[in-house]
């Protein structure tokens, strides 16, 4: 498969190579909206493995868990060194896929397109300057931020064949401002909410913040019910808890299999003794209530 050609042009009237908003993809809001009021009848435990492409390591790691019915599905990042081997391996194994988008971290594929080179790296410039640039909106970067996510959702169907059915953010940068607010993810699919805490665990105004984020995804988004990182994985209390939420709510659990001693806890089962009969999703999935 051959990379489709992206035409240069100015940093301050970046073009768009395709439509954000895919067809197919759109669904009203208000729809989307009720969809998520309406809790799911039951209870799913989703291990996603993130960076899926980002290099051999991650990817054969990943595989590895996925095959070994420990991750139920992988984040897959675009325009990187094993981004080609990932996508063909996903079909191969059936590894269900979605989108990572890279806002933070410059790509490392070899022949990306000099125009895409330039408005990303403006971006990653921009949100690794400081560590409070993603909540303040750029105008000035609008278009950049818009010519790279919609450079990634078409890499994304050139590789896999067909729309992001998913997105979410290295970094979890899909949840800055100028990404929210410009509107630039596809309507009508599953977005990563913000990390979910204990009462205590962040900040009155942190807590907020993210309630505020969570309720513009919501609007044109499905949303899980939960969402935490697998490390740490001590003390056991920990797991425990997210494994009791996910027999009632979906709860997605974010893993790096890179990460080696994350590798080894699900690769080598450990994982188990933390879900006991609760099975882990056999892939990313968000179940509609039944009426």
């Known amino acids: 498969m051959s990379r489709p050609a992206y035409s240069a042009a100015p940093l301050t009237s970046a073009p768009v190579p395709t439509e954000t908003k895919s067809a197919g993809l759109a669904a009203p809001a208000a729809n989307l909206a009720s969809l998520n009021a309406e809790a799911a009848t039951t209870g799913l435990l989703i291990i996603n493995a993130d960076d899926w492409g980002r290099n051999r390591e991650a990817t054969d790691r ?42 933070t971290t410059r790509f490392s594929a070899t022949g990306c397109p000099a125009s895409l080179t330039k408005h990303h790296d403006k971006v990653v410039g921009y949100l690794t300057r400081h560590r409070l640039a993603q909540i303040v909106y750029h105008p000035g970067l609008q278009g950049s931020f818009r010519y790279v996510i919609s450079a990634q959702l078409e890499e994304y169907r050139r590789l896999y064949g067909e729309n992001p059915r998913r997105v979410d953010g290295h970094h979890h940068m899909h949840l800055c401002a100028n990404v929210l607010l410009g509107g630039l993810l596809p309507d009508g699919i599953v977005a990563r909410r913000n990390f979910s805490f204990l009462p205590g665990q962040k900040s009155t105004l942190n807590r907020m913040y993210r309630k505020i984020t969570d309720g513009i995804l919501a609007r044109s988004h499905r949303l899980t019910d939960y969402f935490f990182s697998l490390p740490p994985m001590k003390p056991a209390n920990r797991l425990e808890r997210i494994v009791t939420l996910a027999r009632k709510h979906v709860v997605e659990v974010e893993t790096h299999p890179e990460n080696i001693a994350e590798h080894e806890f699900l690769a080598g089962g450990e994982i188990f003794a933390y879900t006991g009969d609760l099975s882990i999703a056999p892939r990313f999935e968000i179940p509609r209530a039944i009426a």
């Open 62 to 103: 990943t595989l590895d868990c996925v095959l070994r019915k420990t991750v139920s599905s992988a984040s897959a990042m675009v325009f990187m060194e094993d981004s080609e081997r990932a996508a063909q391996l996903a079909q191969e194994a059936s590894v269900d896929t979605g989108l990572h988008i890279n806002l």
